[in-house]
């Protein structure tokens, strides 16, 4: 069992696949993206607040 805060090093790179945008906000945009090794869709935050 990982502990909550340990590091994990990961030694591959994995490439997603781009489906759609799922929203935007104050602290940045929201897209979903498919692995296409494992056939599962994940979710990713693109961390960019807006300035004002």
């Excluded at 990982?2 to 104050?26: A, M, P, W």
Aim: no cysteine; charged share 25%; aromatic share 14%.
């Amino acid at each position: 069992m990982v502990k909550s805060g340990t590091v994990v090093e990961f030694n591959t790179e994995k490439q997603f696949i781009h489906v759609k945008t799922l929203g935007q906000g104050g602290t940045g945009d929201t897209h979903l993206f498919k692995d296409e090794t494992t056939d599962m869709f994940f979710a990713f935050k693109k961390y960019a607040p807006k300035r004002h």
